[in-house]
C-alpha cells in the first residue's frame, strides 16, 4: 500500500485500569496477566460483579476539574499521542478529530443515578436516552488547542474501532493528511449496577470478562492513535510507529508472512470485506506493494481455512461493497453468466448467493492451475489496466474501482479483437453502471498507464490481456500495439 494514500501511525496513547501509561499496559499483556487492576471498588455487597476498577486521575489544572470523568480519561489519553507525534503547534490546530464510545460511556451516569435514588419520583430516564458523546470532544479541543472537524460514532461494543476505521478512510482518501482517532469508556455506578441487573435476570450468571469465569469484571479507559498520510509524515521527519492496513491487504500480507516465517506456517483468512471474501482470500495468491508495482513480492501459499461470515459486509462502508462487487461481476463475466441476472435482479438482496458462486468460480479455477500456469490467467480479465490505474492514483482508489475500469477496457479490447459481440460489451456497461462503479480515468494518463502495464508481472515477451471471445468464454490476446490500445481508452472517455 505504498503511496500517497497509505495511512501510518506517528502517535499513540492510552489510559487504562491496567496501568496510566501504554508501555505498563504492553508490559502486563505480554506478562499474562490474568486481570485487572482493582484500583477504585464500589460496594459490591450481593452483587455478582466482583471488580469495578477505575482509573485514578489527579486533577492538576483547576480547567479539568470542571470536566466529567469520560473527558479527563479522553484528553490524558490524546495528549500522551499528540506528545509522541511530535507535531508543531500549527499541525494540531487542524487535526481532525475521530471519537467513538458505547452507549454506556454516559457523561454524569454517576450524577443521574444519585438522583434517581434521592428523588424516586421524579426520573428523567430522557438524559440518559438522549445521551450524546459530543461533550468529551467539544472539552478535547478546548483543552488540548484542537480546532479542526470532528465526527462522533455510539457504538453496542469495540469503542474506537468505528473512529479508527474512519479515520484510515478519510486519510487514505485524501480528505484529510492527519487525524487523531480513538475511543473511551468510563466506568461509572449507574453502568455497575446496570451490569448486575443484567445478570441478575439471567439464570446462569454473565462471566465474560474474567479467564477463571468465577465473577465478571469492569473497567475503564480510553486510547488514541494519531494516524497521517505517510508521504507528509516523512516530509515532517516524524518517527513511524506503524503503518494501517485495510480490507484484502490483510489477508495478503498475513499470508505472505505465514508463507516465509520459518519457511511456511498454517494460517487462517477471516476475511471482513466483500474484496477478501471473494478474491483475496481465496487461492493462496499471497503478496506486498513494491514502489515499482503491486503485489510484486509474494508467495503462493494457502490457508488451512477460510472463514466467510457475510455479517461482517453490514460494517462496510456503500463505497467499499460496491468496489468489491467488481470482482463478483468479474466472476460472472468470465464463468458463471447467472451472476450477471442476480445483479441485474436485484445485487444488494442477492449478496449470499453472489459471494457463494464467485467464490465456487475462484476455487474451480485455482484448484485446475494454483500456481498460474495458464488458466488461473482468466482471473485476471480487467487486471492488466486496473493495476496500472491502482498504482497510477498512488492507491488511493479502491482495487474494485480500478477492475472496474479495466473491465470495461478489457471488454471494448475484445469487441475490437476476440468477437465478443456488441451487447455483451455493452452488457459490462450496463452491470457496472448499475453497481455505480467508475467506467473511465484521466485521459492525460494513458502514457503513464502504458508505461505501467509494461513492468507487469505477469508480462511474458509482450503484454499481454485476457479477453472474452463470448460471455464466459475468455481468451489471451498478446499482439497488440499502443495506438490501438490508445484508441480503446479514449473512447471509454467519450460514452
Known amino acids: 500500500m505504498k503511496g500517497e494514500g497509505a495511512v501510518v501511525v506517528t502517535g499513540m496513547g492510552a489510559v487504562a485500569s491496567l496501568g496510566l501509561c501504554l508501555d505498563e499496559i504492553w508490559e502486563k499483556l505480554l506478562a499474562g496477566q490474568k486481570s485487572i487492576d482493582s484500583i477504585t471498588l464500589f460496594e459490591t455487597d450481593g452483587c455478582r460483579c466482583r471488580h469495578g476498577a477505575q482509573v485514578p486521575l489527579p486533577v492538576a489544572d483547576r480547567n479539568q476539574r470542571r470536566m466529567s470523568r469520560a473527558s479527563r480519561l479522553v484528553v490524558k489519553a490524546a495528549e500522551e499521542a499528540l506528545a509522541q507525534s511530535g507535531l508543531s503547534s500549527v499541525d494540531k490546530k487542524e487535526l481532525s478529530i475521530s471519537v467513538s464510545t458505547t452507549g454506556g460511556a454516559m457523561e454524569w451516569g454517576e450524577a443521574f443515578l444519585r438522583g434517581v435514588l434521592t428523588a424516586r419520583r421524579r426520573r428523567r430516564l430522557s438524559h440518559v436516552a438522549g445521551y450524546q458523546p459530543q461533550q468529551q470532544v467539544l472539552d478535547m479541543q478546548k483543552f488540548l488547542g484542537l480546532e479542526g472537524p470532528y465526527s462522533i460514532f455510539a457504538n453496542a461494543c469495540a469503542s474506537g474501532a468505528s473512529a479508527i476505521g474512519h479515520a484510515y478512510d478519510l486519510i487514505h482518501s485524501g480528505a484529510v493528511n492527519r487525524v487523531i482517532a480513538g475511543g473511551y469508556e468510563a466506568l461509572t455506578e449507574l453502568i455497575f449496577v446496570g451490569f448486575d441487573c443484567l445478570q441478575a435476570l439471567s439464570p446462569d450468571a454473565c462471566k465474560p470478562f474474567d479467564l477463571e469465569r468465577n465473577g465478571l469484571m469492569l473497567g475503564e479507559g480510553a486510547a488514541?492513535?494519531?494516524?497521517?498520510?505517510?508521504?507528509?509524515?516523512?516530509?515532517?521527519?516524524?518517527?513511524?510507529?506503524?503503518?494501517?492496513?485495510?480490507?484484502?491487504?490483510?489477508?495478503?500480507?498475513?499470508?505472505?508472512?505465514?508463507?516465509?516465517?520459518?519457511?511456511?506456517?498454517?494460517?487462517?483468512?477471516?476475511?471482513?470485506?466483500?474484496?477478501?471474501?471473494?478474491?483475496?482470500?481465496?487461492?493462496?495468491?499471497?503478496?506486498?506493494?513494491?514502489?515499482?508495482?503491486?503485489?510484486?513480492?509474494?508467495?503462493?501459499?494457502?490457508?488451512?481455512?477460510?472463514?466467510?461470515?457475510?455479517?461482517?459486509?453490514?460494517?462496510?462502508?456503500?463505497?467499499?461493497?460496491?468496489?468489491?462487487?467488481?470482482?463478483?461481476?468479474?466472476?460472472?463475466?468470465?464463468?458463471?453468466?447467472?451472476?450477471?441476472?442476480?445483479?441485474?435482479?436485484?445485487?444488494?438482496?442477492?449478496?449470499?448467493?453472489?459471494?457463494?458462486?464467485?467464490?465456487?468460480?475462484?476455487?474451480?479455477?485455482?484448484?485446475?492451475?494454483?500456481?498460474?500456469?495458464?488458466?488461473?490467467?482468466?482471473?485476471?480479465?480487467?487486471?492488466?489496466?486496473?493495476?496500472?490505474?491502482?498504482?497510477?492514483?498512488?492507491?488511493?482508489?479502491?482495487?474494485?474501482?480500478?477492475?472496474?475500469?479495466?473491465?470495461?477496457?478489457?471488454?471494448?479490447?475484445?469487441?475490437?479483437?476476440?468477437?465478443?459481440?456488441?451487447?455483451?460489451?455493452?452488457?459490462?456497461?450496463?452491470?457496472?453502471?448499475?453497481?455505480?462503479?467508475?467506467?473511465?480515468?484521466?485521459?492525460?494518463?494513458?502514457?503513464?498507464?502504458?508505461?505501467?502495464?509494461?513492468?507487469?508481472?505477469?508480462?511474458?515477451?509482450?503484454?499481454?490481456?485476457?479477453?472474452?471471445?463470448?460471455?464466459?468464454?475468455?481468451?489471451?490476446?498478446?499482439?497488440?500495439?499502443?495506438?490501438?490500445?490508445?484508441?480503446?481508452?479514449?473512447?471509454?472517455?467519450?460514452?
Open 224 to 495: 488514541f492513535l494519531v494516524l497521517e498520510k505517510e508521504s507528509v509524515a516523512l516530509q515532517r521527519g516524524a518517527k513511524i510507529l506503524g503503518k494501517v492496513w485495510g480490507y484484502g491487504h490483510a489477508t495478503d500480507l498475513t499470508g505472505f508472512v505465514a508463507a516465509t516465517y520459518l519457511r511456511g506456517i498454517e494460517w487462517i483468512a477471516v476475511p471482513t470485506s466483500l474484496a477478501g471474501m471473494v478474491d483475496a482470500a481465496v487461492g493462496g495468491k499471497t503478496g506486498i506493494n513494491l514502489r515499482t508495482g503491486k503485489n510484486l513480492a509474494g508467495v503462493f501459499h494457502s490457508p488451512a481455512k477460510v472463514i466467510v461470515n457475510i455479517g461482517f459486509l453490514k460494517t462496510l462502508s456503500d463505497r467499499d461493497l460496491r468496489a468489491g462487487m467488481a470482482e463478483v461481476a468479474k466472476c460472472g463475466f468470465i464463468s458463471d453468466l447467472k451472476i450477471l441476472d442476480l445483479i441485474r435482479e436485484d445485487w444488494q438482496a442477492n449478496i449470499p448467493e453472489l459471494v457463494s458462486r464467485s467464490i465456487a468460480v475462484k476455487a474451480q479455477v485455482v484448484s485446475r492451475d494454483f500456481k498460474e500456469s495458464f488458466e488461473r490467467e482468466i482471473l485476471n480479465y480487467g487486471h492488466t489496466l486496473g493495476h496500472a490505474i491502482e498504482k497510477h492514483s498512488n492507491y488511493a482508489m479502491r482495487h474494485g474501482e480500478c477492475v472496474s475500469i479495466g473491465l470495461i477496457f478489457a471488454a471494448e479490447l475484445s469487441r475490437l479483437r476476440s468477437g465478443l459481440s456488441d451487447a455483451a460489451a455493452e452488457k459490462h456497461h450496463q452491470i457496472l453502471a448499475q453497481l455505480g462503479l467508475p467506467t473511465s480515468y484521466a485521459k492525460d494518463a494513458w502514457s503513464s498507464l502504458y508505461e505501467i502495464m509494461q513492468s507487469d508481472k505477469k508480462k511474458k515477451s509482450k503484454l499481454r490481456f485476457v479477453t472474452l471471445k463470448q460471455l464466459g468464454e475468455p481468451t489471451r490476446l498478446e499482439d497488440t500495439n499502443e495506438a490501438e490500445l490508445q484508441h480503446i481508452y479514449e473512447g471509454m472517455l467519450k460514452r
